[in-house]
């Protein structure tokens, strides 16, 4: 017996033959499958974030592997038809119950890839206002400046408007103070604009503005606009308000209380009661 008959007559087998060339088509595409993988991870993190990159490969990556065993069951002569039709429905139904969280994991990959917001920026999603802790695919996470974790869902974010503090280089501060009518309105712009242009931290371009924008029941109001940089908006807010009560106090600059002024158009007359002191 020649030691070629064994060989020739596995090859001549067709179905252990189909079955090799079904376990070739599989590695190959197993082998590319892994090669786009890692090709596509590698030309992602150039672009978008690591975590983005990474989920892209792994989705191409599913998707060739599934290609090849498609392709290696079809030559193997399994019908797929039954299976991509039941498959089908199976994922109809799927996608129906599961509608809310797949537009969650859409709206993250989108918000990462975009970069909308970010860990450790201060933005504000409807009436929720902090500090972004974590931006998952599905949820992103916000501490409030009063402590409180507050978790959404990645699909709100479309659909509300986002206002993201983090990205300006500078911010602008407004805020109103009133003096009496009696006082001198000229008086009081110097003393506040000395108090505004001495302060280390406001910006000189742009410049600040400080005018009457009132003529209120009580007094005059005057709006102070000022530009800061954005991560000493809290500190520069609370001490300049404090240096321009200081600065109006010691220039004799008084601060009028409300006043309300109450005619009686009958006369009225108060009875001294029985017993009174």
């Excluded at 158009?265 to 009661?273: A, D, F, I, M, S």
């Amino acid at each position: 017996m020649s030691l070629l008959e064994p060989v020739l007559g596995f090859l001549n087998n067709p179905q252990l033959l189909s079955i090799i060339i079904a376990l070739i088509i599989f590695s190959i595409g197993y082998f590319v499958a892994l090669v786009i993988r890692r090709i596509v991870f590698k030309i992602g993190i150039r672009f978008y974030a690591r975590n983005i990159a990474s989920i892209v490969s792994k989705i191409i990556y599913y998707v060739v592997l599934l290609i090849a065993l498609s392709t290696a069951l079809g030559y193997l002569g399994v019908e797929l038809t039954g299976l991509i039709i039941a498959g089908g429905f199976a994922g109809i139904i799927v996608g129906v119950a599961l509608q809310p969280l797949m537009a969650s994991f859409f709206a993250g990959l989108y918000v990462m890839a975009e970069r909308v917001i970010q860990q450790g920026e201060v933005v504000s999603i409807g009436n929720t206002m902090g500090e972004v802790v974590e931006v998952s695919l599905m949820f992103t996470k916000i501490r409030t400046f009063d402590g409180v974790l507050v978790t959404m869902p990645n699909s709100q974010l479309l659909s509300t408007v986002i206002q993201n503090y983090s990205k300006a280089v500078a911010r602008m501060l407004e805020f109103t103070v009133s003096i009496a009518y009696s006082e001198d309105a000229e008086k009081a712009y110097s003393v506040i604009k000395d108090a505004v242009d001495n302060h280390p931290y406001v910006l000189a371009d742009p410049a600040p503005d400080i005018f009457v924008s009132k003529l209120g029941d009580s007094g005059v109001v005057i709006t102070v606009r000022v530009w800061v940089p954005r991560t000493l908006v809290y500190p520069v807010t609370k001490d300049l308000l404090w240096k321009i009560k200081k600065s109006l106090d010691q220039a004799g600059v008084s601060i009028p209380f409300p006043q309300l002024d109450v005619w009686i158009k009958t006369p009225v007359t108060l009875k001294k009661e029985e017993g009174s002191g």
